[in-house]
């Protein structure tokens, strides 16, 4: 596997908490949501960092009560067409303000990179041979036509701006 | 018309790079053909029966001369000579060569058109009007909102991988000639008591297995409002919407189960929340978008034209077109006048390359090279003066593009069907061909009057047999073609599901049943009274008894 960053965050090295496991003292732990949600005191007692590892199935609400309390979030894709991970990513940045790196786990593509990126997501996991056409993806757009949560303006605001009234003669 | 400038040019162009990568790495095999599928369905590129087949957007139906030119082109180049106009203002071309389809994709872009999610779980081309900024009984156009839409809705980072399909259509006019209340989401252009212009947005409504009349959320939504609306609207969709049988992924499942209020009430909550957030357009960009639409310039003319009266008076065919293919215009001594695709025997929507090129001549001498393409097959000249009508449709009539029909009983809509589809149990496109035979007969058509049929050859309702005043649907019963006969649908700002009359027919008993229905309704009118309007008044048991009666 590869890491695919995509904005250029420090990427967190973190260990998936294995079920019933307790985290080391000042571990690195991702967690499965539901458990964060339920019992989650001793843990964040214990761990030094934790993050959610969140399926796309979560409703973005119930990721309230947690969201102060993580540093990452992992968003895992059961498949590359279950479009509620942009979503996910989105809420997080949009209605809950969060900062911390959101990776993108699960069987994306490539041709998903920039997609990822607008949507909020930092890293992406993906296998090693794949790497260059994700970074290559990564290129292919010079500009769009909606502003995102990165802080990338969309195309409509550009042109009304001096700098954009340059490019578009 | 819009025109690209250099960041609309600059997309357009990435995007067939990239496609031209994802072709190459689909053919080294670096891409699987499921993860290929959905890239290659975003650029429209469907693998069908025979060959691949490639949907290119005509975005809102419009069309310039240029363009119209490169589509016959296209069908001249890389396919066999002719194209298919679709009900939702796309042109698809059925033997393209996978590898072409880059090369394709390029030439389009270079008369500012494109293939970009003409298919996938995405937010499909945005439909309207075909006589959009053209007609006398509109508010105001909607093509410059569409254009918005379709600039916003383009690689969406968030909506682009949907539940299901997304097709969102927009009327300017009274008279819903978009069938807006058959779509995901339907906009209806107005005028508030200020003078604001804005829209009644209306969601849920769909076809395909389980036909759903859209239903209002909202009566007025001011223009700087619109894209937050919509990013709320999908993004609701986006989350809730189901995605464990693609049967039930439409919006219209979600709204049904929710409940259009429960519905309204987590897009207006989301909404609150969005709407100051820079996704809607400065006012200069929609002022900009607005002046690509300023109406042409048209002297004024006068409506009373000898030569036209005198032609009419002696050509009872001219006579039929001029009372059937146009319109009354904005502007006095001008029409919209349809072309109709549907020659009587032949393939509804279809055109070769000729005569695209002619259409294309056409618009330059007659109608500011301007084309519009309808939801209805047919291709419309949105700007003709009337005193040049005689000339226009004798060029049309000498082409084979002349048939007086538009909206009379040989009008069809007709999916493509088996002889093209992968999706079809039934062929469509030869039950058109029979019924358009059977009542080739001019004065008998236009005794009849306004008659809507539709044809699907599947329950995929590709051509609207829910909406159709008489809907045909092809169905696969022990591996023999069947057709079940429904009527009573209509996809115009009266909206209504069509109902089945009774048990299917082979393709001889349907054209049978459906000349009997034609005969009840003309022994059963009343003064003036159409077909629709006196089947509702009617009721299903009067048509019933002499379709199935003699049984």
Redesign the interface.
């Known amino acids: 596997m590869a890491l695919i960053n995509l904005t250029g965050i420090q990427p967190i090295d973190y260990t998936a908490l294995a079920d019933e496991a307790k985290p080391g003292e000042g571990e690195t732990i991702a967690v499965p949501v539901a458990q964060l949600i339920e019992e989650n005191a001793d843990l964040f007692a214990t761990a030094g960092s934790v993050g959610a590892i969140i399926g796309t199935e979560t409703?973005?609400d119930a990721l309230g009560d947690i969201v102060g309390k993580i540093d990452f979030a992992v968003i895992e894709f059961p498949a590359?067409?279950?479009?509620?991970g942009?979503?996910l990513a989105?809420r997080l940045r949009?209605?809950f303000g969060f900062k911390g790196e959101i990776r993108a786990v699960g069987p994306v593509?490539p041709?998903?990179a920039?997609?990822l990126?607008?949507?909020g997501f930092d890293t992406v996991e993906a296998s090693g041979e794949r790497k260059a056409?994700f970074e290559?993806?990564l290129e292919?757009?010079?500009?769009?036509?909606?502003?995102?949560f990165g802080g990338q303006?969309?195309?409509?605001?550009?042109?009304?701006s001096a700098e954009g009234q340059r490019?578009?003669? | 018309m819009y025109a690209y400038d250099t960041f609309d040019h600059a997309l357009v162009n990435a995007r067939v790079a990239e496609f031209r990568d994802q072709v190459d790495r689909r053919m080294t095999g670096e891409l699987t053909e499921e993860e290929f599928r959905p890239l290659r369905l975003m650029n429209g590129l469907y693998l069908q029966l025979h060959a691949y087949m490639l949907r290119v957007a005509i975005p809102y139906g419009t069309l310039s001369s240029v363009q119209m030119r490169k589509l016959a082109h296209v069908a001249r180049r890389y396919d066999k000579g002719y194209g298919h106009f679709t009900t939702r203002q796309n042109i698809q071309y059925n033997w393209p060569k996978l590898s072409e389809t880059p090369d394709i994709l390029q030439e389009l872009a270079d008369v500012e058109m494109h293939a970009i999610q003409t298919s996938g779980n995405c937010i499909r081309n945005v439909t309207t009007d075909q006589f959009a900024g053209a007609t006398a009984d509109e508010v105001a156009d909607p093509r410059p909102y569409a254009e918005l839409i379709r600039q916003w809705s383009s690689f969406h980072p968030e909506f682009s991988f949907l539940p299901r399909k997304f097709k969102i259509a927009i009327t300017g006019a009274q008279e819903d000639r978009a069938a807006v209340k058959w779509h995901d989401i339907g906009l209806v252009v107005k005028e508030n008591k200020e003078g604001e212009i804005g829209f009644e947005v209306l969601a849920g409504g769909g076809m395909g297995r389980t036909p759903v009349i859209a239903k209002t959320m909202r009566d007025f939504l001011p223009v700087k409002d619109l894209l937050s609306y919509l990013e709320a609207m999908l993004r609701v969709y986006n989350e809730q919407g189901r995605r464990d049988n693609k049967y039930k992924a439409r919006i219209k499942i979600l709204v049904e189960a929710m409940g259009v209020e429960e519905y309204t009430r987590q897009v207006e909550e989301e909404w609150e929340k969005i709407r100051h957030i820079p996704i809607d357009v400065p006012d200069e960009e929609v002022a900009r978008i607005k002046s690509f639409f300023a109406p042409p310039p048209l002297a004024v003319l006068s409506d009373e034209v000898a030569e036209v009266d005198d032609l009419a008076a002696k050509n009872f065919i001219f006579k039929s077109w001029l009372a059937n293919n146009t319109g009354r215009h904005k502007v006095p001594g001008y029409v919209n006048a349809t072309i109709s695709l549907k020659p009587h025997g032949g393939i509804p929507g279809d055109a070769s390359d000729e005569q695209m090129d002619l259409v294309a001549d056409l618009a330059d001498a007659f109608s500011q090279s301007e084309i519009r393409v309808s939801h209805e097959q047919n291709l419309i000249l949105p700007h003709v003066a009337r005193k040049d009508l005689p000339a226009l449709w004798a060029k049309l009539d000498a082409a084979g593009l002349g048939t007086p029909n538009a909206g009379l009983l040989t009008d069809i809509i007709a999916c493509p069907g088996l002889d093209y589809c992968s999706l079809a149990n039934t062929r469509s496109i030869p039950i058109a061909q029979t019924i358009t035979e059977r009542f080739d007969d001019l004065k008998r058509l236009m005794d009849i009057g306004p008659l809507k049929i539709k044809i699907s050859g599947c329950i995929n309702s590709c051509g609207h047999h829910h909406a159709g005043h008489i809907g045909i649907l092809g169905v696969d019963r022990k591996g023999t073609e069947n057709y079940q006969l429904l009527l009573g649908g209509s996809g115009a700002e009266d909206a209504s599901k069509a109902a089945i009359l009774g048990p299917g027919f082979d393709e001889h008993g349907i054209v049978d049943a459906v000349e009997k229905v034609v005969a009840v309704y003309l022994g059963e009118r009343e003064d003036g009274e159409e077909f629709l309007a006196a089947y509702r008044r009617l009721g299903p048991d009067v048509f019933k008894e002499a379709v199935y009666g003699s049984h």
């Open positions: 409703p973005f590359f067409g279950d479009g509620r942009f979503s989105v949009k209605d593509i041709d998903q920039l997609f990126l607008r949507a056409a290559a993806a292919r757009f010079p500009a769009f036509y909606q502003s995102d303006v969309s195309v409509a605001h550009t042109r009304h490019k578009a003669s």
